[in-house]
């Protein structure tokens, strides 16, 4: 199997979304390979399919005077909060090349965040009987969400590096009263270099999803890649 990797620097929660959905459909027809995007955002909240709105803390005006957005979007999940220093993957998969199970594909993309802490940052971590995501004790280190439309995924995870986890006491995290957030920083006291832990990832998720060939792209490429392809 093949997997393109799309590097990415800070980009706008919205454009992504935009172009994950381009990139789905182009998967859909079978016109690109299986794609994993790896980029942060500018601080937003988002409310997947079952977000309740009590569980934003602060109006939406006062988290946008102190610079975070709010987007409502059909990813799997509850409410949590991206920003600088976390990084985002996003995975548009055909699932007929993975047995077409949903839940394997999502077994594995949450052992390859724990493989890639373990690897790459000495950390332990582990999941919840009770709640999605990553964990290191009774903390949550990663946000998972996953869509599906005609066989092919969209949205994924969110891993807690450098980011600061202050705006999550500004909302519920996933509707969760009585647990915690951390990051790497947090449980190692060391600022990580976000494209390393990009590149670094990349390598663990390939490995994880058993893909035999690469190719690597910068989001500079990504619309003449889109254009491309919608060309044949």
Partial sequence: MKLRIIHAPLVPYGE?????????ELRQGEEIPDTLLLLEHPPVVTLGKRGDHGDLLLSR????????????IDRGGQITYHGPGQLVGYVIVNLYHHQRKLRLFVERLES???RYLAEYHGIEAGLSEEHVGVWVKDAKIAALGISISRGVTMHGFALNINC????FSYIIPCGITDKGVTSTRMLTGRESDMERARLDYAGVFRDTYGYSETEEFSWDDLNILISENRTG
């Fill in 16 to 24: 992504a979304l935009t172009i994950q959905q381009k990139l789905r």
């Fill in 112 to 114: 390859s965040v724990i």
């Fill in 61 to 72: 005006e006062i988290l946008a005077q102190k610079g975070i957005d709010v987007a409502e």
């Fill in 164 to 167: 600061d986890l202050t705006p």
